[in-house]
Antibody, heavy 118, light 110 residues
């Protein structure tokens, strides 16, 4: 079964840092571009970042550029999102997803909640 | 800044047909943006309905279809059912490598 499992969310103070992880199983992780998408409470989806394999092509939404860093470890079937200088507006459920084709993200993980609050 | 526009809400009668649209603030939507449509119900991860403008994701019934209508991408649902009530999102991917989701359409079936 193709599966993605996120972890690393939690409560962090404004200005703080957090590292999210996403472990993949059931498919050849190293052959897919991977993506992070977030959803603030009660709001819509927001594409955050994507990384190709190998990590040649990396893209970020303007809202996180310079603060977030996406990375991957194909040997561990893992995707990461290092989040620095966190703000209240970064509060969201963060989903990792496999990019099957441009724009086609499937499957999605169950999401991990990041709350930025003092 | 690129903005992807969707109707905030829409309603359809059971058995009826509805077309949701996905536009760009600064350009016409074309197949080059790889329009993709998702459906999300509360507490669940999104599920792909249509990718690359008009290709149904595996397992999606043919009641769902995608197209380009004028200068927008469109998702048409025919024979609407009660469990089609959900939030529908489109996403467009730019040549720069960045993708942008629309704000979503809350579909009510009544």
């Amino acid at each position: 079964e193709v599966q993605l499992v996120e972890s690393g969310g939690g409560l962090v103070k404004p200005g703080g840092s957090l590292r999210l992880s996403c472990v993949a199983s059931g498919f050849t992780f190293s052959t897919y571009t991977m993506t992070w998408v977030r959803q603030a409470p009660g709001k819509g989806l927001e594409w955050v970042s994507s990384i190709s394999s190998p990590s040649t092509h990396i893209y970020y939404a303007d809202s996180v550029k310079g603060r977030f860093t996406i990375s991957r470890d194909n040997a561990k079937n893992s995707l990461y999102l290092q989040m620095n200088s966190l703000r209240g507006e970064d509060t969201a459920v963060y989903f990792c997803a496999r990019e099957v084709r441009k724009g086609w993200f499937d499957p999605w993980g169950q999401g991990t909640l990041v709350t930025v609050s003092s | 800044q690129t903005v992807v526009t969707q109707e905030p809400s829409f309603s359809v009668s059971p058995g009826g047909t509805v077309t949701l649209t996905c536009g760009l603030s600064s350009d016409s939507v074309s197949v080059s943006y790889y329009p993709t449509w998702y459906r999300q119900t509360p507490g669940q991860a999104p599920r792909t309905l249509i990718y690359s403008t008009n290709t149904r994701s595996p397992g999606v019934p043919d009641r769902f279809s995608g197209s380009i209508l004028g200068n927008k991408a469109a998702l048409t649902i025919t024979g609407a059912q009660a469990d089609d009530e959900a939030d529908y999102y489109c996403v467009l991917c730019m040549g720069s490598g960045v993708c942008v989701f629309g704000g979503g359409t809350k579909l009510t079936v009544l």
